[in-house]
């Protein structure tokens, strides 16, 4: 495949098809669950699919997601989708962000003209950015993915083969959930490459839950200590189920529009900052679309697989030196991200320039809190320009 433009254009016999599944869906039985502690809840849920059925419009949500400038690669035999957005002032950054999962490149929609054209926003020409947003592989329109064990290694190298080919040799990571891991692999691994780096969830190669311990935090971060835990009971068994049966649970997400919906709303739920109210911090269009988003191009199955590509034991670190990465980093600390780290260990095992605590947020920053994360990009590139 040669690099082309791409426009989204989903079938019209697509949409008619989605509608009537979700019209003809068939929901379990659900009582005692008004808390949401055995799941999405029944009523929520039904009024949810009922809107994407009949309320919700997919044709004006893909006029808006047109508007942006989309790309299609082939690197390796490795389909690629890309937004690119050129920055408009006197010597733009190149920045690579990178999104996570349940996320999609339509996370960043509301960053992406603030940093490429931050005049045209109220903002200084000399913070812009050139903004390339790709889809990870086996997401989206990065599809199909017909290659086994792209894990956060392999990703990252086809990151930078991704920005050479776009005349960018120098450039700033960023990213959230698996794009913090990318963004993390890129300052580790092509330290020649990447300006800096800029993380909000804190893992690292050979640093995750399991290697630190309690004794790591100081006395004003028990708070994240206590998150920690709080957080490992909504995210350990999703990682579980992901790594063990990403292929199972493909056959009933790809075959049912309200199961797949179902399983990415909880945890735009309950890894958000919204207080259990979901539609608090995410609008009903927003989530229909990333909803959409999987169903259209049926890849719920091989993103789900980039859990069991990626582990700690495919992630040790390239060299035995404790800082496992030597370019500048910063780091975003969310109050409800699912993974904190203490700072002592971000200044053992980072290049730390910057470390900013937020008065909110969650896991999902650049849809949740957008504002915040384009503030702390501006500051951060600042440093590297």
Not at 349 to 357: A, D, I, M, S, Y
């Amino acid at each position: 495949m040669a690099e082309a433009r791409f426009r989204v254009e989903i079938p019209e016999a697509d949409v008619l098809d989605l509608k009537a599944r979700l019209r003809g869906v068939r929901l379990a039985d659900d009582f005692a669950n008004a808390d949401w502690r055995f799941g999405v809840e029944r009523g929520w849920l039904a009024d949810m699919l009922a809107y994407w059925a009949d309320g919700y419009d997919w044709r004006a949500e893909e006029a808006a997601i047109n508007r942006l400038s989309h790309h299609r690669i082939e690197l390796d035999g490795i389909p690629i989708h890309y937004v690119r957005a050129e920055g408009n002032g006197p010597r733009p950054l190149p920045v690579i962000l990178t999104h996570g999962w349940p996320w999609t490149f339509w996370d960043w929609r509301d960053l992406i003209g603030p940093l490429s054209d931050p005049a045209a926003h109220g903002g200084d020409p000399a913070d812009a950015f050139d903004v390339i947003v790709p889809s990870l592989p086996g997401f989206g329109f990065s599809a199909p993915l017909r290659t086994a064990d792209v894990g956060v290694r392999e990703i990252a190298a086809l990151w930078v083969r991704l920005m050479e080919r776009l005349g960018h040799n120098r450039f700033m990571a960023a990213g959230g959930d698996w794009g913090s891991l990318v963004s993390a692999e890129l300052g580790h691994a092509h330290a020649a490459r990447v300006a800096g780096v800029h993380l909000t969830l804190p893992i690292l190669p050979g640093v995750d839950r399991g290697t630190v311990q309690p004794s790591d935090f100081d006395a004003s971060e028990s708070w994240m200590r206590d998150r920690n835990r709080e957080a490992q009971a909504v995210s350990d068994g999703h990682i579980l189920a992901h790594r063990r049966s990403a292929q199972t649970l493909a056959y009933a997400f790809t075959d049912s529009p309200a199961g797949l919906a179902a399983w990415i709303w909880e945890r735009r739920r309950n890894w958000s900052d919204c207080g259990g109210d979901v539609e608090r911090v995410f609008r009903r269009d927003f989530l229909c679309t990333t909803a959409s988003l999987y169903w259209f191009t049926r890849t719920i199955g091989t993103s789900m697989r980039l859990y069991a590509s990626h582990g700690p034991e495919r992630w040790t670190p390239l060299h035995d030196r404790e800082r496992v990465i030597d370019v500048p980093t910063a780091f975003a600390v969310a109050p409800r991200e699912l993974f904190l780290l203490p700072r002592r260990v971000a200044e053992r095992k980072t290049n730390l320039v910057r470390w900013t605590t937020l008065p909110e947020g969650g896991h999902f920053l650049p849809s949740e809190t957008p504002r915040q994360l384009i503030d702390e990009y501006r500051a951060f590139a600042r440093t590297l320009r």
